[in-house]
């Protein structure tokens, strides 16, 4: 702290407050300290830490705090790093730094897509997007709530009886029948299932159309009924 102190009396700046998150990893932003800085941002004009990877350990995090600080008119200088957005170097250090943090955010990104389109074009695995009304996880694959399955069956008779997605909705919230995330049934839900695909044992990912051993609740011929134009995997 007495290091911080002297920068700022070097540079004739004036203490506002002080913010100590000892003990809290540099790597997450639910500090307490780190917080209340943030919400008190209009009461400072230039963030000084001892060193950059005191405040942030993440390079996203980091730019995305630094875009905040751009937004707001506000300047970050580091004492060891000799580093300060008040000057033209430290403005283009920052621009290179936030160019490196894009890359890894757009890699990261890539790596996980690959990722998916590995696990669909295998037919197993979590593509990370839950599991839909009708199936649960177990060991890493997909299995049939024969509960549940009886409702999908009964959505898709409905539909094609040309029942509308607000008439299914007010006929299973009106049955007192749960949606997957316990509350009541939406248009979107009901139509989310009607054209999903996994329903007669397909899954997709990024153009990735394949079919799997994941057990069907509907056959083809009822899924074309609903869904016409679509073409089988």
Excluded at 79 to 86: E, R, S
Excluded at 130 to 135: K, R
Excluded at 154 to 160: F, H, L, P, R, V
Aim: proline share 2%.
């Amino acid at each position: 702290m007495s290091k911080l102190e002297a920068y700022c009396r070097i540079n004739g700046w004036e203490i506002a407050d002080r913010y100590i998150d000892d003990g809290y990893s540099g790597t997450k932003t639910a500090r307490p300290e780190y917080q209340r800085m943030m919400h008190e941002i209009d009461q400072w004009d230039v963030l000084l830490v001892l060193k950059m990877d005191r405040i942030h350990r993440n390079s996203v995090n980091f730019t995305r705090m630094m875009d905040l600080l751009r937004k707001k008119n506000k300047n970050f200088a580091s004492v060891y790093d000799q580093f300060d957005t008040g000057n033209a170097m430290g403005r283009f250090v920052m621009d290179i730094m936030q160019r490196i943090a894009q890359l890894e955010s757009e890699q990261i990104g890539e790596r996980v897509k690959l990722a998916m389109k590995y696990k669909a074009s295998n037919g197993n695995g979590n593509l990370g997007s839950g599991h839909p009304y009708g199936y649960e996880y177990k060991d890493g694959s997909l299995v049939v709530v024969k509960e549940e399955a009886h409702i999908v069956r009964a959505i898709y008779n409905m539909s094609i009886d040309g029942y509308s997605l607000q008439q299914i909705c007010d006929h299973l919230n009106e049955a007192g029948i749960e949606s997957k995330k316990g509350v009541g049934w939406s248009r979107q839900t009901v139509s989310n299932i009607l054209h999903n695909p996994l329903y007669i044992g397909v899954r997709t990912w990024d153009n990735v159309r394949l079919k799997t051993e994941t057990e069907a609740i509907v056959s083809l011929v009822t899924f074309r009924k609903v869904n016409p134009d679509y073409e089988a995997a």
